[in-house]
């Protein structure tokens, strides 16, 4: 069954682990991530039924446009095979796959990080491709931590937890992050207040302030 290139596995996950700091998602909330989800032109990610079941809304980093752009490029190409071969079906969410099956096959509801291989559904036997696993993105993280030299335990979660720690020190306000961390009790949030409370309007995502 059909993998990607090793260069195309490679960039997948550079782009995912950008996206954890950058607009900071948790790892299966980037990995869930479909084609629709992605606004170009607004400049934002839409994330579904994330934790708590609620959906929210992201900054997708200016300087991920092109890369993300790229290897949407690359997906469709692998989709359009998967397709040529009889395949190209998603696993779409309960409700809509009851009322409308035929859109598993449409572009807008495919993964954007798509596993490299087709897999096979217990329950029913359809053969799908999945989104990538998260283990594939957690492995190499840890191992761009150990070559970058970094003593502290690093992980996809470091990511996130930079994300929110270097919008306060930006001088957001407390609250905004909260959004956009998608945290239901701002006492979570409020472990990152070491910069409270400055203010600030349109969010730009720490990855374009570097």
Known sequence: MSRPAPRTRRSMRWLIASLLYGSGMRLMEALRLRVQDVEFDQGLIVVRRGKGDKDRIVPLPQSLVDPLSRHLEEVRG????????????????????????????????????????????????????????????????????????????????????????????GGYDIRTVQELLGHSDLSTTQIYTHVLNRGGLAVRSPLDLA
Do not use: M, Y
């Open 78 to 169: 692998l989709h359009q095979r998967d397709l040529d071969a009889g395949f190209g079906e998603a696993l779409l969410p309960d409700a809509l796959a009851r009322k409308c099956p035929a859109a598993a096959r449409e572009w807008r509801w495919q993964f954007v990080f798509p596993s490299g291989r087709l897999s096979v559904d217990p329950r029913n036997g359809a053969t799908r491709r999945h989104h990538l696993h998260e283990t594939a993105v957690q492995k190499a993280v840890t191992s761009a931590a150990r070559r970058a030299g970094i003593a502290k335990k690093a992980s996809c979660h470091t990511l996130r937890h930079s994300f929110a720690t270097h919008l306060l020190e």
